[in-house]
């Protein structure tokens, strides 16, 4: 069975710093490209970065120079260092596949930026 489990959110003030982490079960974390999502109060959820099994990162013009995406394939976790934050990054952030599979998805942890 296949789990995903977010973490490292939190609340923040606009300019500061979160590091997500996500740890992936089930065996399909070497299989797949995986990405970090997020959704906003009253908005659909977006794609905000990806990475594939090599480390080829791209990511949303909205977050690009600001959020990096890493991965640890030995412990099955992704990362998103999130940095220079601002209030419109407020959301629930969540980790899948990409494309993303439906069954996957966790709770998620809630980032807020507010001062």
Do not use: H
Not at 46 to 67: C, H, L, M, Q, W
């Amino acid at each position: 069975q296949v789990q995903l489990v977010e973490s490292g959110g939190g609340l923040v003030q606009p300019g500061g710093s979160l590091r997500l982490s996500c740890v992936a079960s089930g065996s399909i974390f070497s299989n797949y490209i995986m990405g970090w999502y997020r959704q906003a109060p009253g908005k659909q959820r977006e794609s905000v970065a990806r990475i594939s099994r090599a480390g080829s990162t791209n990511y949303a013009d909205s977050v690009k120079g600001r959020f990096t995406i890493s991965r640890d394939n030995a412990k099955d976790t992704v990362y998103l260092q999130m940095n220079s934050l601002k209030p419109e990054d407020t959301a629930v952030y969540y980790c899948n596949t990409i494309p993303a599979i439906g069954n996957y998805w966790g709770q998620g942890t809630q980032v807020t930026v507010s001062s």
